[in-house]
């Protein structure tokens, strides 16, 4: 069965850091762009962070860039997100999400076939 | 950045009616367009993807079109299940976006 299950959210405060998992199963995991998308409590989706299958490009949205890294192991089948700095405004459930290859590109873009169960991040003091 | 606009926020619509949500983009996204469909504590499920392509087990009564700046999601006849929050998505250009989401709520 295909699966993507994140882990590593939490309660941190303004200014710490967390490392989220994602870890996947049931497919071939290098042939997959994955990215990072992010939902504030009662709000809309937001995309945080792509990464090609082969970790050759990555791409964060703005509010992001310098704070968070987005990495890959595919030989652990497995995507990282690195969040230092973390601000209020970060607070989210965070998904991890798998590119439809019929819907997707080389550089690590594409519209999202399968999800995680997602992991809250909550930045308070 | 590309800006998706969904309209209406809201629809209230009865089971076996016809729905229609439409998503304009800011600029071109050619056909590079995605429909989500998200219930209450669940993660989005892919409908429809490329403008007009539905994704595996969708049913056929979920529909879309357009190309451009102007798409639409039609739901031919809602079902229960089908009352939810619906988001379009693009990937012609960095950042991806999404729009803010229709509400499909029973009448």
């Known amino acids: 069965e295909l699966q993507l299950v994140e882990s590593g959210g939490g309660l941190v405060k303004p200014g710490g850091s967390l490392r989220l998992s994602c870890a996947a199963s049931?497919?071939?995991?290098?042939?997959?762009?994955i990215n990072w998308v992010r939902q504030a409590p009662g709000i809309g989706l937001e995309w945080v962070a792509a990464i090609s299958s082969s970790s050759i490009y990555i791409y964060y949205r703005d509010s992001v860039k310098g704070r968070f890294i987005i990495s890959r192991d595919n030989a652990k089948n497995s995507v990282y997100l690195q969040m230092d700095s973390l601000r209020v405004e970060d607070t989210a459930v965070y998904y991890c999400a798998r590119t439809h290859l019929g819907a997707s590109n080389q550089y690590g873009s594409g519209s999202y076939d399968h999800w995680g169960q997602g992991t809250l991040v909550t930045v308070s003091s | 950045e590309v800006v998706l606009t969904q309209s209406p926020g809201t629809l209230s619509l009865s089971p076996g009616e016809r729905a229609t949500l439409s998503c304009r983009a800011s600029q071109s996204v050619g056909g590079f367009l995605a429909w989500y469909q998200q219930k209450p504590g669940q993660a989005p499920r892919l409908l429809i993807y490329d403008a007009s392509n539905r994704a595996t087990g969708i049913p056929a009564r979920f529909s879309g079109s357009g190309s451009g700046t102007d798409f639409t999601l039609t739901i031919s006849s809602l079902e229960p299940e089908d009352f939810a929050v619906y988001y379009c998505q693009q990937r012609s250009d960095w950042p991806l976006t999404f729009g803010g989401g229709t509400k499909v709520e029973t009448k």
């Open positions: 049931g497919f071939t995991f290098s042939s997959y762009n």
